[in-house]
């Protein structure tokens, strides 16, 4: 399953994406941004993740809640929307190419091991 690959390979992971975002152009990544906000949103991703896993579905409205709060949040904190919208893309970036590098496939909502 897509969350235990995303669980065992957590610290790759988080630094296949810190490479990505400090090296982003535009926008710029903060320091907050790196350290803070990647990892909660990767926190997020496998928490939602495992809840489809186990009911075998992709609906559920805390999903929206918590992605409407932690957007608040960090632009509160000086996030732009395109900042948020980066991180997400880098994070999904990260994922495919350690799952390509360790010769893994991807499938929508399953990870073959």
């Known amino acids: 399953m897509l969350s235990d690959f995303i669980s065992l390979h957590r610290v790759e992971i988080l630094a296949l994406t810190r490479e990505k ?3 982003r152009t ?11 906000g990647v990892p909660l949103f990767l926190n997020q ?13 992709v609906s559920n409205p805390e999903v929206g809640r918590t992605a409407a709060n932690h957007g608040a949040s960090r632009m ?5 929307v395109d900042q948020l919208v980066h991180d997400y893309g880098d994070v999904c970036q ?12 991807t499938a929508p ?5």
């Open 45 to 57: 991703l496998t928490t939602v993740l495992r809840a489809q896993e186990l009911r075998g579905t």
């Open 21 to 23: 975002v400090a090296v």
């Open 94 to 105: 990260a994922i495919t190419e350690l799952a390509v590098d360790l010769d893994k496939t």
């Open 26 to 36: 535009a926008p710029r990544a903060t320091d907050t941004e790196i350290e803070e």
């Open 76 to 80: 509160r904190t000086g996030f732009t």
């Open 109 to 113: 909502t399953t990870f073959a091991a």
